[in-house]
T-cell receptor, first 113, second 115 residues
Framework: AQSVAQPEDQVNVAEGNPLTVKCTYS??????LFWYVQYPNRGLQFLLKYITGDNLVKGSYGFEAEFNKSQTSFHLKKPSALVSDSALYFCAVRLTGFQKLVFGTGTRLLVSP | ETGVTQSPTHLIKTRGQQVTLRCSSQSGHNTVSWYQQALGQGPQFIFQYYREEENGRGNFPPRFSGLQFPNYSSELNVNALELDDSALYLC??????????????FGPGTRLTVL
């Protein structure tokens, strides 16, 4: 069965510092990996995805993620955090040919001024 | 190009009642997926509709049912509401079902409270 783990409930970072939000996954086949962001009382907003190819994926708002097959990880990163990046971040996995996204429990990012 | 829209925004029901939630997919998308997000949790897959047919279902009981219409909009119906059905219900649309370029784009959600 597919599963996603986000080991940190909350990540705190100062504005201007780099940020990392961690994600590890467990699947029996080749995964498609996604990051979504959720602002209060809003739906999920797509940030980026890994399908195949280059392990470093660039997405919206300056975010990027690195796919590491040997460590089964897909950590979200940004070189310089903004206060407006404060939100709930979800990592998700989907198997080739399957429909459903399996989400982690989410990581709350708090960027302080 | 309009994004995914959902109605209503909020809904309050009592235990045992029935509810219908609605979703309009993004222009050009023929696939709609529904998710339940309980407080403090990640979204859980309910089911997906592709070209008006159910195309995959998560671990939800039969009292959760759905429809997709010829214009690819969709409804989620929940019968015999239980307190644990209180959650944010998210609809997502995608160009296709399960393809490598398939990205699901989410609507703002419907907050259902069951008293």
């Amino acid at each position: 069965a597919q599963s996603v783990a986000q080991p940190e409930d909350q990540v705190n970072v100062a504005e201007g510092n780099p940020l990392t939000v961690k994600c590890t996954y467990s699947v029996s086949g080749n995964p498609y990996l996604f990051w979504y962001v959720q602002y209060p009382n809003r739906g999920l907003q797509f940030l980026l995805k890994y399908i195949t190819g280059d392990n470093l994926v660039k997405g919206s708002y300056g975010f990027e993620a690195e796919f590491n097959k040997s460590q089964t990880s897909f950590h979200l990163k940004k070189p310089s955090a903004l206060v407006s990046d404060s939100a709930l971040y979800f990592c998700a996995v989907r198997l080739t040919g399957f429909q459903k996204l399996v989400f982690g429990t989410g990581t709350r990012l708090l960027v302080s001024p | 190009e309009t994004g995914v829209t959902q109605s209503p925004t909020h809904l309050i029901k009592t235990r045992g009642q029935q509810v219908t939630l609605r979703c309009s997919s993004q222009s050009g998308h023929n696939t709609v997926s529904w998710y339940q997000q309980a407080l403090g949790q990640g979204p859980q897959f309910i089911f997906q509709y592709y070209r008006e047919e159910e195309n995959g279902r998560g671990n939800f009981p039969p009292r959760f049912s759905g429809l997709q219409f010829p214009n690819y909009s969709s409804e989620l119906n929940v019968n015999a509401l239980e307190l644990d059905d209180s959650a944010l219900y998210l609809c997502a649309s995608s160009l296709t079902s399960g393809g490598p370029t398939d990205t699901q784009y989410f609507g703002p959600g419907t907050r259902l409270t069951v008293l």
